[in-house]
């Protein structure tokens, strides 16, 4: 029952809730800035750790302490105004009257300002400042929960850290028990806002709780206490939403200085933590208070509480028979366990068997295939580049940059008579799938746990086994072709020799290079290394060239020499057949041979001479006859020609 002081000013002394109003009032003070105090505190301690660790469980498990102490100190916030107006009204404060200066005496802008002043108390005191405090309070906790917000935390081992701050949660926990206890006491007639002020102190408490439990069992090796850490969260941000609905709610409400406030931060989620948990009683009792309806005397209301167990009967064993109904999509196939045995692999379709848990279909790939590169971080999803924009960053292949899909490995290095060691970058991706028989799908799925992650360690193995016999100059020349073949082959037998059901189709070398880092130092060394292959070349070409220039003169000069000695033997073997033949001539023919021998010498040497010859020994009957007519000077050329005898 709500009092009006215009009605009841004589009576306020006999009301219990007017009389402890002071008391009421300090309390709830109090206990708002306690709570207040811890939330900061647990905030500040959540912020330094999330800027060095913000993977860790912390922040979030403080931050969602903070927004549930938060809305504890909003409902105590509230309880306060109630409190504190009954105070007022039970002792109320002397009247201070305060001259203000007439307003022609102010300024333009001093008149301004005390306008705008007095448009503010007014705005303010329509809208209520309970109101106000409720809606930033309970907005703070929302944020709060919303700003680590976090469901990819790892596990984290926290050590004893973890266990003293478990065994405070439980302390704190312990403590707002006592108190919610001390408010689930007070009579409704003495503290009204007592009962429900109660519910709201059942947040921390389940918070507390429930953090001290994921401290407890957190590991390295387990995610669940950092998801239920993050979604411990959910229950105090509901109650932080409902509240600032309330407040929103509470502005339209009319204010009225002389009647006896209500409590705003009224949870109906808070009210709901109980046990046993009655939501339909709940929400009978707040229609049947806030608007009169009674579902008590309806009758359809009446017969569904009746009916509603045994149709909830039916529909849950409908339901059970019914997921023995499977459907295989068209893209998959399904291994069939009945009693835990896999006894048949299933197409796709509809298929019935026992219901579960006597029997269940696991899922299997039909014939999809992936493309698994060597290196851990292939996972990352691929960057959509537009038509006319510049290409993504996975399609540079550059040796000057680093992939995210390279992968270092150490190869053999041979210098000269040296042997030693190099690093190269390489991507190497597998294309497989699921073997397309019965038996390398139930192998696929009963032997191997993670079959990417048994690909890439059993690809990793073959590659550094198969790198140990290669150098970088092969791999990057004419071995590159047989290596994408030799290494999935090895890989294959492999998985073979596990049972592992998977069927390798392809493996692509995509790239194989030097580290990034030493990627300009190996392109010097491929230049210097061009450069002195070019410089020998040219300078065995120079070599070649004079060779063969040396070789061409000698050639030249045996050549001639040859001819030379040829021509020589030749005008030799002519003299000797000529001699041999004058020889035989004057052997036949005597005196006269060589008579004539002279005279054709001589005829030879005076054949352009302008010479006359006697000679005494002309003469006698018979003398010779020398022919003159080959000679024509000195003989006169007007004398007539006669024959000389």
């Given at each position: 029952?709500?009092?009006d002081l215009?009605?009841?000013e004589g009576?306020?002394?006999?009301?219990s809730?007017f009389?402890?109003?002071?008391?009421?009032?300090?309390q709830?003070?109090?206990l708002?800035?306690?709570?207040?105090?811890?939330?900061?505190?647990?905030?500040t301690v959540?912020?330094?750790?999330?800027l060095?660790?913000?993977?860790?469980l912390?922040p979030?498990?403080l931050?969602?302490?903070?927004?549930?102490?938060?809305v504890?100190?909003?409902g105590a916030?509230?309880?306060?105004?109630?409190a504190?107006?009954?105070?007022a009204?039970l002792?109320?404060?002397?009247?201070v009257?305060?001259?203000q200066?007439?307003?022609?005496?102010?300024?333009?802008?001093?008149?301004f300002?005390?306008?705008?002043?007095a448009?503010?108390?007014?705005?303010?005191?329509?809208?209520g400042?309970?109101?106000?405090?409720?809606a930033?309070?309970s907005?703070?906790?929302?944020?709060?929960?919303?700003?680590?917000?976090?469901?990819?935390?790892?596990?984290?081992?926290?050590?004893?850290?973890?266990?003293?701050?478990?065994?405070?949660?439980?302390?704190?926990?312990?403590?707002?028990?006592v108190?919610?206890?001390?408010?689930?006491?007070?009579?409704?007639?003495?503290?009204?806002e007592?009962r429900?002020?109660?519910?709201?102190?059942?947040?921390?408490?389940i918070?507390?709780?429930?953090?001290?439990?994921?401290?407890?069992f957190?590991?390295?090796?387990?995610?669940?206490?950092?998801?239920?850490a993050?979604?411990?969260?959910?229950?105090?941000?509901?109650?932080a939403?409902e509240l600032?609905l309330?407040?929103?709610?509470?502005?339209?409400?009319?204010?009225?200085d002389?009647?006896e406030?209500?409590?705003?931060?009224?949870?109906?989620?808070?009210?709901m933590?109980r046990?046993?948990?009655?939501?339909?009683?709940?929400?009978?009792?707040?229609?049947?208070?806030r608007?009169?309806?009674?579902?008590?005397?309806?009758?359809?209301f009446?017969?569904?509480?009746?009916?509603?167990f045994?149709v909830l009967?039916?529909?849950?064993?409908?339901?059970?028979?019914?997921?023995?109904v499977?459907?295989?999509?068209l893209?998959?196939?399904?291994?069939?366990?009945?009693?835990g045995?896999?006894?048949?692999?299933?197409?796709?379709?509809?298929?019935?068997?026992l219901?579960?848990?006597?029997?269940?279909?696991?899922?299997?790939e039909?014939?999809?295939?992936?493309?698994?590169?060597?290196s851990?971080?292939?996972?990352?999803?691929?960057?959509?580049a537009?038509a006319?924009?510049?290409?993504p960053?996975?399609?540079?292949?550059l040796?000057?940059?680093t992939?995210?899909?390279?992968?270092?490995?150490?190869?053999?290095s041979?210098?000269?008579?040296k042997?030693g060691f190099?690093?190269?970058?390489?991507?190497?991706?597998?294309?497989?799938?699921?073997?397309l028989s019965?038996?390398?799908a139930?192998a696929?799925?009963?032997?191997?746990?993670?079959?990417?992650t048994?690909i890439?360690?059993?690809?990793s193995?073959?590659?550094v086994?198969?790198?140990?016999?290669?150098?970088?100059?092969?791999?990057?020349?004419?071995?590159?072709?047989?290596?994408?073949a030799?290494?999935?082959?090895?890989?294959?037998a492999?998985?073979?020799?596990l049972?592992?059901?998977?069927?390798?189709?392809?493996?692509?070398?995509?790239?194989?290079?030097?580290?990034?880092g030493?990627?300009?130092?190996?392109?010097a060394?491929?230049a210097?290394?061009?450069?002195a292959q070019?410089?020998?070349?040219?300078?065995?070409?120079?070599?070649?060239e004079?060779?063969?220039?040396?070789?061409?003169?000698?050639?030249?000069?045996l050549?001639?020499?040859?001819?030379?000695?040829r021509?020589?033997?030749?005008?030799?073997?002519t003299?000797d057949?000529r001699?041999?033949?004058?020889?035989k001539?004057y052997a036949?023919?005597?005196?006269?041979?060589?008579l004539?021998?002279?005279l054709?010498?001589?005829s030879q040497?005076?054949?352009n001479?302008?010479?006359?010859?006697?000679?005494?020994?002309?003469?006698?009957?018979?003398?010779p006859?020398l022919?003159?007519?080959?000679?024509?000077?000195?003989?006169?050329?007007v004398?007539?020609?006669?024959?000389?005898?």
């Open positions: 029952m709500r009092v215009d009605a009841e009576g306020l002394e006999s009301l809730r009389q402890s109003a002071s008391v009421q009032a300090r709830l003070f109090q708002g800035v306690v709570l207040a105090a811890l939330a900061i505190m647990a905030w959540a912020f330094f750790i999330g060095f660790a913000s993977d860790s912390w979030a498990l931050d969602n302490t903070a927004a549930a102490l938060l504890l100190a909003a916030q509230s309880a306060f105004w109630v504190n107006w009954r105070n009204a002792n109320p404060p002397a009247a009257s305060i001259e200066q007439p307003a022609a005496s102010l300024s333009a802008y001093e008149r300002c005390r306008k705008l002043s448009g503010s108390y007014r705005l303010l005191s329509s809208i400042a309970p109101a106000l405090w409720l930033g309070v907005g703070l906790a929302v944020w709060c929960v919303q700003h680590n917000w976090n469901l990819s935390l790892p596990g984290t081992a926290l050590g004893t850290w973890g266990r003293i701050a478990a065994g405070v949660a439980v302390l704190l926990a312990f403590a707002l028990l108190f919610e206890r001390y408010l689930a006491q007070q009579p409704d007639a003495r503290w009204p007592a429900l002020l109660a519910p709201l102190v059942r947040v921390p408490i918070t507390f709780l429930l953090s001290a439990l994921c401290l407890l957190s590991r390295d090796d387990s995610v669940w206490p950092a998801r239920v993050v979604l411990t969260g959910v229950l105090p941000a509901a109650v939403i600032i309330r407040a929103v709610a509470s502005v339209f409400s009319p204010q009225r002389k009647r406030p209500r409590m705003i931060a009224q949870s109906f989620i808070a009210g933590l046990w046993p948990p009655q939501p339909l009683l709940a929400l009978q009792h707040e229609l049947h208070n608007f009169g309806i009674d579902l008590r005397q309806i009758w359809a009446s017969y569904m509480r009746k009916a509603f045994p009967a039916v529909i849950v064993a409908v339901g059970w028979a019914l997921s023995g499977n459907e295989v999509p893209q998959g196939r399904g291994i069939y366990e009945r009693f045995k896999p006894v048949d692999v299933l197409g796709p379709g509809l298929h019935v068997g219901p579960w848990p006597l029997g269940r279909v696991l899922a299997v039909n014939g999809v295939v992936h493309e698994l590169a060597t851990t971080e292939s996972a990352a999803d691929p960057v959509l537009s006319d924009g510049l290409p960053l996975t399609a540079n292949r040796w000057d940059a992939h995210v899909n390279d992968k270092s490995q150490v190869i053999a041979g210098t000269g008579d042997q190099q690093i190269v970058n390489m991507d190497v991706r597998f294309v497989y799938r699921i073997g019965d038996q390398a139930i696929a799925t009963y032997h191997s746990a993670d079959v990417p048994l890439r360690s059993t690809a193995r073959i590659l086994h198969d790198f140990a016999s290669r150098t970088l100059d092969g791999l990057l020349g004419e071995q590159r072709t047989a290596l994408a030799d290494i999935g082959h090895a890989v294959q492999d998985l073979d020799a049972d592992s059901g998977v069927e390798i189709l392809a493996t692509v070398v995509e790239a194989i290079h030097p580290p990034a030493a990627a300009n130092a190996y392109h060394v491929q210097a290394q061009i450069s070019a410089l020998i070349a040219r300078e065995r070409g120079a070599a070649s004079q060779a063969n220039v040396a070789q061409l003169q000698a050639s030249i000069a050549d001639q020499a040859s001819a030379a000695a021509e020589v033997n030749a005008t030799a073997q003299s057949l001699f041999g033949a004058e020889q001539a036949e023919a005597g005196h006269a041979f060589v004539e021998q002279y054709t010498q001589l040497g005076m054949n001479a302008k010479l006359l010859i006697l000679d005494h020994r002309l003469g006698g009957s018979n003398a006859t022919d003159l007519r080959s000679f024509t000077l000195p003989a006169d050329p004398a007539p020609r006669k024959a000389v005898q």
